[in-house]
């Protein structure tokens, strides 16, 4: 399922550096059999699926009872539209917060409640540092740890992301906030 | 192509985001376009100027930005845009002649400042005067020569495909 060729992208493109990161981050924490939760994303699909709905309740109502008697269905849709694009602003802004991945660590055995892993990454414009941000989340307790790293040490000079050495600094983040619990 | 690798990892989820992020840009612009049309209470609240008929007023590719208050009315000298039944496309023309009832009901006769003679030769055969339903709107303001870019649009029809289609596509691939 997932492609193993390594993620090429053009070296001048800070956006796609940060998605290949993201991407590569991503994959390191699903190899350790967590769990994807979708919620954060699905939330934000089903926002965006009702505006671009109300657009179309508005253009074919506009199209079927030409204006003006379109008029008061129009106000409602125009408006209604605008204030779902504030929410989802309000959404980006408040809940998803650069967070790229939501995962679930299952206990093994099945009794305790899943412990919520969160990735989240920033990267400054024109800045070459890119930030990978973990949270766990176990039961009551939050530890976060993130680390700074410049993309020239990640990916080659073709522009190709060097797996084997992002991943060890991936792990070694998780590690470094994984729940003592576990047997060492 | 990198491109294309780019793609190729995306799942389902995220496939779905780009065609909603595609869908959303034009929903917005339509329901900017709807907003406006309920605003101003013009069926069409920007239009282009397509002949030199009202030269030196305005010129062929000016940007017109109208109002269609019914509560405004319309007087003579004030430049209209107004439709003729039969027609797709409304004409810019001045009012030169008006005939108002007690109840409000107005008959006019419109004339391009350039043009040597009245509308009454585009209007509908039969037809004598403009009535207040056939005004799309009353110009407002504009904005000189933008408009041309929607003259060449409707020129050469190809150029609207592929500049649109472009957008379309930059917009499917690109991701965030």
Known sequence: MEEDKPIKIDKWDQNAARIALDDAAKKAILELDYVENFHLIDTRLVICTTAVLVALVALLWDFLYPFPESRPVLILCVVSYFLLMGLLTLYANFCEKNIFLVAHQKDPVGTEPDIVWTLASTMIRFDKNYTLTVTVKDNSEQRTASFTKCVGEVFDENGVLLFEKFQPMVMGLHNSIVSGKKAQ | ?176
């Open chain 2, 1 to 176: 192509m990198d491109i294309f690798s780019d793609l190729r990892r995306l799942n389902k989820r995220q496939v779905y985001f780009q065609v909603l992020n595609f869908a959303m840009i034009i929903s917005s612009a339509l329901m900017i376009w709807k907003g406006l049309m309920v605003t101003t209470g013009s069926e069409s609240p920007i239009v282009v100027v397509l002949s030199g008929s009202m030269e030196p007023a305005f010129y062929r590719g000016d940007l017109l930005f109208l109002t269609n208050y019914r509560a405004d009315p319309v007087r003579a000298g004030e430049i209209v845009v107004f439709k003729i039944e039969g027609r797709e496309i409304p004409i810019v023309h001045r009012v030169i002649k008006l005939h108002e009832k007690a109840d409000g009901k107005v008959k006019f006769l419109t004339k391009g400042d350039n043009n040597e003679v009245d509308d009454r030769g585009l209007y509908k055969p039969g037809q004598l005067w403009v009535e207040r339903d056939h005004v799309v709107g009353r110009a407002r303001g504009f904005v000189p020569y933008v408009g041309i870019v929607t003259i060449l649009m409707n020129d050469y029809p190809k150029l609207k495909y592929a500049v649109l289609g472009l957008l379309g596509l930059f917009v499917l691939i690109h991701r965030e």
